[in-house]
């Protein structure tokens, strides 16, 4: 049965005079509030509603602010409206129709008691809310939006909360040092790193530009962060993100460039960092093992501009000089997300390199693991399970809860099932390893995939392909979905992975492996990739394939044997 009730209210002095100070609602029970100018949102809660709205008045910021919705609930707590104060400000933060004023120094993902409830509660706040057109979008298509996904308003749990205080102690406390140890944060796929990554230049913003110091909200989990001497130290910080992936770039500029106190040219390549004339104090490098060595490059231009950065920052184009190089070079302090598993090139950043980055930032005690899965509902042991599964470790499949997990032996069927869920849940998409020819980028009225009378194209574009048009009917590469979530992924794992029934081993078929840069040799290094070389950027590619489902995961494989192998872990009898 639902017991709250939202009170519409004008924001002024004189209204506020008016409220009695003998109604517990206005000076002693815990309430969430919205206040908005229809342009502008805050979101905030509190024990005492009638001293917080003087405080807020006292605000040159929020005194202009012209309505205020009290959620009231006879059954709330603190611990209650904290929750849904950040899970509010999140979703506002996403819907795009207000300008968020809150900063994100609170939003933090607890537990408390009969919380499942009250989140059940939570919807038809939201709905109550949507109704008053506070909300412009329904609670899925907020969720689905990549404003949503990337969100440095997104709360954290313990892990990062954890390792998120850790990085601002050791962060502010070596703001001085002019050779301080890199930060090293790891994680396996889903454990949020690139939210940290968010939530952390969002807070040092916040911080930076004095949003937040004046907050009534001093009881925020970092609060303390927010003084004066931070202040001054930020208030002329240059910090950047950099993100070598170009789909996952362009998804997080978009993200900042809608995000008070960021901006799109915050987010950066490994390129624009060397090229710069102007030295950073604090890079934050997502995806970091995707940073490249001295390998071929994407083009001709970027050969050229790789060897010319090496000259304009060492003196010499030397080849042990790698993008991680170049960053260090050109920053005071530095945060690299790592997850080396994820390496799928060969021109990815050199397991040893980031071995040493990870040893020098343990030494210096400024390495942090994430350890929670945020991304996939079938958690760490789902993780673990199809890693050694790819790997050829043929493991007893666990208890994954309610996460849909399924092999199919038609892919006309297995699409059909992606088509059936996006209708019901959104975002769910074919994805593959990249075992077919992209014949399509030259002739689109061809089909590149054929497989049991199916006939695909690979994704038609290369940045933003999730939500594009027509994505339903196309399927995504590595190079489209690393570092993105989908509600239920399809994926076709192609011939370029067989099982050898003589040698009881899962290999690499050469023949059938089209991404040219995924095994080309290096010369230049004198390294020539191996068959059982290229062998581990392929199960790392199918690795994070199989890890991109928050709620399922449907599986088709190319060769039979390997099929029927997957199938006795898949679906054991």
């Known amino acids: 049965m639902t017991s709250f009730y939202i009170e519409k209210l004008p924001f002024t002095s004189q209204h506020l005079r008016n409220w009695r100070e003998d109604d517990r609602r206005f000076i002693n029970w815990p309430v969430v509030y919205v206040l908005d100018d229809g342009r502008r949102v805050y979101v905030g809660e509190t024990l005492n509603i009638a001293a917080r709205m003087r405080q807020h008045l006292e605000s040159p910021e929020r005194r202009t602010l012209k309505v205020v919705r009290?959620?009231?609930?006879?059954?709330?707590?603190?611990?209650?409206?904290?929750?849904?104060?950040?899970?509010?400000?999140?979703?506002?933060?996403?819907?795009?129709?207000?300008?968020?004023?809150?900063?994100?120094?609170?939003?933090?993902?607890?537990?408390?008691?009969?919380?499942?409830?009250?989140?059940?509660?939570?919807?038809?706040?939201?709905?109550?809310?949507?109704?008053?057109?506070?909300?412009?979008?329904?609670?899925?298509?907020?969720?689905?939006?990549?404003?949503?996904?990337?969100?440095?308003?997104?709360?954290?749990?313990?892990?990062?909360?954890?390792?998120?205080?850790?990085?601002?102690?050791?962060?502010?406390?070596?703001?001085?040092?002019?050779?301080?140890?890199?930060?090293?944060?790891?994680?396996?796929?889903?454990?949020?790193?690139?939210?940290?990554?968010?939530?952390?230049?969002?807070?040092?913003?916040?911080?930076?530009?004095?949003?937040?110091?004046?907050?009534?909200?001093?009881?925020?989990?970092?609060?303390?962060?927010?003084?004066?001497?931070?202040?001054?130290?930020?208030?002329?910080?240059?910090?950047?993100?950099?993100?070598?992936?170009?789909?996952?770039?362009?998804?997080?500029?978009?993200?900042?460039?809608?995000?008070?106190?960021?901006?799109?040219?915050?987010?950066?390549?490994?390129?624009?960092?060397?090229?710069?004339?102007?030295?950073?104090?604090?890079?934050?490098?997502?995806?970091?093992?995707?940073?490249?060595?001295?390998?071929?490059?994407?083009?001709?231009?970027?050969?050229?501009?790789?060897?010319?950065?090496?000259?304009?920052?060492?003196?010499?184009?030397?080849?042990?000089?790698?993008?991680?190089?170049?960053?260090?070079?050109?920053?005071?302090?530095?945060?690299?997300?790592?997850?080396?598993?994820?390496?799928?090139?060969?021109?990815?950043?050199p397991q040893q390199t980031q071995g040493e980055l990870i040893a020098e930032a343990g030494r210096s005690h400024r390495h942090y693991r994430l350890f929670t899965q945020m991304r996939v509902q079938g958690g760490k042991d789902y993780v673990a399970f199809v890693r050694a599964l790819v790997g050829g470790v043929f493991r007893e499949r666990e208890n994954f809860g309610d996460y849909d997990l399924r092999l199919f032996d038609d892919l006309g069927e297995m699409h059909e099932a992606i088509r059936a869920k996006d209708a019901e849940v959104g975002l769910s998409r074919l994805v593959a390893g990249y075992a077919w020819k992209w014949k399509s980028k030259d002739d689109p009225e061809t089909h590149d995939i054929e497989i049991d009378g199916q006939r695909l194209q690979w994704n038609r574009t290369q940045t933003d392909w999730i939500t594009s048009t027509g994505a339903l009917e196309q399927v995504g590469s590595i190079h489209t979905v690393q570092g993105y979530d989908l509600n239920f992924a399809g994926v076709i794992i192609g011939p370029d992975l067989r099982f050898d029934e003589a040698t009881q081993r899962i290999v690499f078929d050469r023949s059938n492996y089209f991404d040219k840069k995924g095994m080309e040799n290096n010369p230049r290094l004198g390294i020539a990739y191996s068959d059982d070389d290229v062998l581990r950027f392929v199960t790392n590619v199918y690795s994070v394939l199989l890890t991109r489902g928050v709620l399922g995961t449907y599986v088709y494989v190319v060769d039979r044997a390997l099929r029927e192998r997957l199938r006795r872990a898949i679906h054991p009898r």
Not at 150 to 160: G, M, T
Not at 178 to 187: F, L, N, R, S, T
Not at 307 to 312: A, P, R, V
Request: proline content about 4%; some cysteine; charged content about 30%.
């Open 70 to 349: 009290l959620v009231l609930d006879d059954t709330f707590n603190k611990s209650v409206c904290l929750d849904l104060e950040s899970k509010l400000i999140a979703l506002l933060a996403a819907d795009g129709k207000y300008t968020v004023l809150n900063s994100n120094k609170g939003i933090v993902d607890a537990d408390y008691y009969d919380r499942p409830r009250y989140r059940e509660n939570f919807k038809e706040i939201f709905d109550a809310l949507r109704e008053q057109q506070v909300f412009t979008r329904s609670l899925p298509e907020i969720e689905n939006r990549e404003l949503f996904k990337l969100s440095p308003f997104k709360a954290l749990n313990r892990d990062q909360a954890i390792a998120m205080e850790d990085i601002l102690e050791g962060l502010f406390d070596d703001w001085e040092d002019e050779a301080a140890a890199p930060i090293v944060v790891q994680g396996d796929p889903g454990t949020g790193k690139t939210i940290v990554a968010v939530y952390l230049l969002k807070m040092l913003r916040d911080i930076a530009e004095g949003n937040g110091l004046d907050d009534p909200e001093g009881d925020a989990l970092f609060s303390d962060f927010f003084t004066e001497d931070n202040h001054r130290r930020l208030r002329a910080a240059r910090v950047g993100l950099v993100v070598p992936q170009q789909a996952l770039r362009a998804s997080l500029k978009r993200v900042f460039a809608k995000t008070p106190g960021l901006d799109r040219t915050m987010v950066l390549t490994p390129f624009e960092v060397g090229k710069s004339n102007e030295p950073w104090d604090l890079l934050v490098i997502d995806e970091s093992h995707r940073l490249n060595h001295r390998a071929n490059q994407a083009s001709g231009m970027q050969n050229k501009s790789f060897g010319e950065i090496n000259e304009k920052l060492f003196g010499a184009d030397a080849d042990h000089l790698t993008q991680a190089d170049w960053i260090r070079k050109q920053s005071r302090h530095q945060i690299f997300l790592i997850d080396s598993d994820q390496s799928v090139r060969p021109a990815d950043l």
